[in-house]
């Protein structure tokens, strides 16, 4: 949109419903653009990132239970003597 487009657009909105609006859509616009759509972006990498450390827990975690299944038949055979009742 060009120079001369924006400012008839704008003389137009003010004929029509008054320079409040005008000032409340420029206000909206500015806002869009400079708090709104970094906030969206900066919550998309956020989300990714999260996404990436939520995947690396879950394979430790697997990591770690494959190990521990390994480690039961060892466990299994160890029979502490505190263990049994003592009458």
Known sequence: MSRDEAMTLASRIIERWGFPVLVALAVGFVLRNDVLLP?????EKFLSELTDTQKELVQAMNEQTRLLYAMQPRTAAYKPQYDTPQN
Do not use: G
């Open 39 to 43: 906030l969206v972006d900066a919550h």
